[in-house]
């Protein structure tokens, strides 16, 4: 494999690999230099008398490096990585917003971040006060009567969501064997409801880009265990027929789950309790700041309509007497058999809690509609300025993001692949690219509430430049961007299909 920087761009080419001051990086692996060390260490001594003949017999494979070359490769490292703080990072679906250094602060407190999940309930009454008041917090915006702390992300709540649907149907005796999700739901809905058991049948969206009411109708029935549905959608809509679709959902003894990734768009404007939802997640990790990225951490609470309360996950947070008490098993007159059971090792992702109520008491609740509202406003101005250019998914206004498909481009011979490789090149991470998968060749941008106008203006006038070129037809410059980033075109299929996560030297040789 070529290194870093040696193949950038057509007409610089470096001795070093290097460009300018972003400096290429080999593996550390590649690095190495057998027996050098950050650290001189004594010769153990009488280590294998005390350890019974279990010491190990050969070196275990990590490189050898000094501390400076081990602090320069990673920090090399993190100057590749394109980051929030970074700049724009426009991930549709994914709520890439500011987090504010408050919250980590707040998180690292040693009374925080040093605690264990197995340590006396009386020394950790502060952390249960504020998991207790970062519950009181979803109930009150969301004007649900439960809440489950514990699931670790979005997915894992969802998970948690079905587990109770399907506890609360067991319990009354309903088999019931199908979920159905709309086109437009992100792959995490049907995936969860498989591995529940149940049988997913897709809704169709209407012209609007919404769920299809009488096609939903037609779907209910008696084998309908629930409806998974994302409001606001992942087309960036508000599901304007919630109402009627709760209501119908009902009628049959089916059960609301809400996808609420997307309650960024809402928070002190609509609360999910008046429309009729039975439970929904909220991803802390998007909405309420708390870095994510990279696979974690998360943190997914579920908020549940009373008839699924009983059947949520243990263990959970309650008030006992003066003080708070972690309940790991519900008394028999609360219905044991009741709770599905651990959902996870203990009360759920303590650090996300932190940072999610430091964002939402330093917010207050009006802070917090205003940054729902500055989203949605931002979402907005993208969508009107690049209208005329882009193609628009379905008529605006929109909700926290803006939806375009590949209609612009058709002819051209620049695909979304293609125009998504260009804006790393003007210094734009890409928007999430060919989802949702009922529109050709996706591009949805959520900018979020952190973005002031002049970095929306910024952003806009580069999709506008690149919009042009397109038009313009010119494949070659497209075919070959991004033509400055550190690498070039992956084999994106390879890349997801056959990642190579392990160093094994002969990897290297392979590669080569
Ligand atoms: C609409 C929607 N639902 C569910 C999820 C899953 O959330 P998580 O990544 O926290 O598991 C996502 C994540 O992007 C999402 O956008």
Redesign the pocket.
């Given at each position: 494999m070529a290194k870093p920087g040696m193949n950038n761009g057509q007409t610089i080419e470096t001795s070093s690999g290097h460009r300018g001051l972003d400096l290429a990086e080999p593996l550390i692996f590649e690095l190495d230099a057998p027996g050098r060390c950050g650290v001189d260490l004594p010769e153990p001594s009488q280590v294998s008398s005390r350890l019974g003949g279990l010491e190990r017999q050969a070196p275990i494979g990590l490189p050898g490096l000094s501390e400076p070359q081990v602090v320069r490769h990673f920090v090399r490292l993190s100057r590749n990585n394109f980051a929030i703080d970074a700049g724009l990072y426009p991930l549709g679906?994914?709520t890439m917003k500011h987090n504010p250094r408050l919250n980590e602060k707040l998180a690292r407190l040693p009374g925080f971040a040093d605690l264990h999940p197995m340590q006396p309930v009386e020394t950790v009454q502060g952390a249960l006060e504020l998991i207790d008041t970062l519950a009181d917090w979803l109930l009150t915006l969301t004007g649900m009567p439960a809440v489950a702390m514990s699931p670790a992300?979005?997915?894992?709540g969802?998970l948690c969501g079905l587990m109770c649907i399907r506890a609360a149907l067991e319990a009354r005796g309903d088999a019931r064997e199908v979920v159905l999700v709309p086109t437009s739901a992100?792959g995490?809905?049907p995936a969860t409801a498989a591995i529940c058991g149940y049988r997913i049948e897709e809704i169709p969206a209407d012209d609007r880009g919404r769920v299809d009411l009488s096609a939903l109708k037609e779907k209910l029935g008696p084998h309908v265990a629930a409806i998974m549905l994302?409001n606001p959608s992942?087309c960036g809509l508000f599901e304007n027929q919630i109402v009627e679709i709760a209501q119908a959902v009902h009628d049959a003894g089916a059960y609301f789950y809400c996808?609420g990734?997307?309650f960024n768009a809402i928070v002190g404007k609509v609360r999910p309790g008046d429309l009729g939802i039975d439970c929904m997640h909220l991803?802390l990790?998007k909405t309420f700041s708390t870095p994510?990225g990279g696979g974690g951490p998360?943190s997914?609470p579920v908020v549940l309509a009373e008839a699924l309360a009983p059947f949520a996950p243990l263990p959970m947070v309650r008030r006992d007497g003066d003080g708070l008490a972690l309940v790991e098993q519900k008394s028999e007159a609360e219905g044991t058999a009741a709770s599905f059971g651990r959902l996870k090792g203990f009360h759920g992702q303590m650090g996300m809690f932190v940072r999610a109520l430091a964002f939402m008491l330093s917010h207050g609740a009006d802070g917090l509609r205003q940054a729902s509202e500055d989203a949605v406003l931002n979402a907005n101005y993208v969508l009107a300025r690049l209208q005329d250019l882009l193609s628009l998914s379905f008529p605006g206004p929109c909700m926290h993001e803006a939806l375009f498909d590949d209609g612009f481009l058709k002819d051209t011979g620049v695909s979304t692949l293609d125009f998504a490789k260009a804006m790393i090149d003007e210094g734009f991470h890409p928007m999430t690219m060919y989802f949702p998968l009922v529109v050709s060749g996706a591009m949805l941008i959520e900018p979020t509430e952190s973005e002031s106008k002049d970095s929306l203006d910024q952003f806009i006038a580069s999709m506008r430049h690149l919009a042009e070129r397109a038009r313009r037809g010119d494949v070659d410059y497209f075919a070959g961007a991004p033509h400055l980033a550190p690498y070039r075109r992956l084999d994106e299929t390879r890349a997801a299909r056959h990642p190579v996560l392990r160093w094994r030297g002969d990897v290297k040789e392979a590669a080569e």
């Open positions: 679906s994914c992300a979005g997915a894992h969802e992100h995490t809905n994302t992942t996808d990734a997307n991803n990790h994510h998360g997914g």
